[in-house]
């Protein structure tokens, strides 16, 4: 298994690559999530928001507009490239409450007890240790502050046929249980409880939601494959062997062909949501103290 430095450094690589690509092949994908995740947070204008994991912003502009102009959204991520694009859209947007960082070796580079929010969509199961990257953003939370994050349930079953085209060309931390969800803590609702649970968070629940991914054909699942995580699966399969994947992967993706003429898959959502324990309000005194101090 790699050093945590050496997945973390991967993983970056991995997302300025795709960066150009990011969410922009038609699909709608991120954005259903992310705007989902930002409507459970019900946020309020002048909030301060934290968004780990901002990708090109799919949380972060709908939490801008959310706050307003008299709040503020902190967008980071380990990938430079992304970052960058972020902050080019926040300011096509005029969106001067949106605010970019890339997250280094020292951390986020917030100060603790600056937020009222913390999001993050679907990033926390690329962290090498997902219970002490929770732990570091709850010390973001002032006291009473929420924090959401997106994970992924489970998919649909074609999905998961699609998926195990690859899995022969596949070295083993790929195929992680953690990271695959298959099994570990983010296979459950439960499991991902914990987690939040363990880093510190009060009044923890579970929102779950089925989104139907549409594709028009099996050219945009590859473009949108690409332009995903997934494509470090593709860079794992020679180059001679991709045309057979993909006519594979074709014949599976047909059989979801809807009636509407889309290939339409289903990838249930997880929002594992919680809070900071408010500090608790004296309460008055006992009366034998009242009387005696003479009140």
Do not use: K
């Amino acid at each position: 298994m790699d050093h945590p430095e050496d997945a973390t450094a991967g993983v970056t690589r991995l997302f300025d690559e795709i960066a150009e690509d990011y969410d922009q092949s038609g699909v709608a994908f991120f954005a259903p999530i992310a705007e989902g995740l930002v409507d459970l947070m019900d946020l309020a204008p002048g909030e301060r928001v934290v968004d780990v994991g901002c990708g090109r912003g799919a949380v972060t502009f709908p939490a801008a507009r959310a706050v307003g102009p008299t709040g503020s959204v902190t967008a980071v991520d380990i990938s430079p490239t992304m970052v960058e694009h972020t902050r080019q859209r926040a300011a096509e947007l005029g969106y001067a409450q949106v605010n970019t960082a890339v997250v280094t070796g020292d951390g986020i580079g917030v100060p603790d007890e600056s937020a009222d929010v913390v999001t993050s969509s679907l990033v926390l199961f690329f962290a090498p240790d997902p219970g002490a990257e929770l732990r570091s953003w709850m010390r973001l939370l002032v006291p009473g502050g929420r924090i959401g994050i997106a994970t992924f349930g489970a998919a649909d079953p074609t999905w998961g046929r699609v998926d195990d085209l690859f899995r022969p060309y596949l070295p083993a931390e790929l195929l992680d249980a953690r990271t695959t969800g298959a099994s570990g803590p983010f296979a459950t609702d439960e499991g991902v409880e914990a987690l939040l649970t363990g880093s510190g968070a009060t009044a923890v629940r579970t929102v779950r939601h089925s989104l139907h991914v549409h594709f028009r054909d099996a050219a945009q699942w590859r473009r949108f494959s690409m332009s995903t995580g997934q494509r470090a699966f593709w860079r794992f399969v020679p180059e001679e062997s991709r045309g057979a994947l993909y006519d594979q992967a074709t014949q599976v993706l047909e059989e979801a062909r809807t009636d509407n003429g889309d290939i339409v898959l289903l990838q249930d959502v997880r929002y594992t949501l919680g809070a900071v324990a408010s500090p608790q309000p004296a309460g008055p005194e006992p009366a034998d103290l009242r009387s005696m101090w003479g009140r």
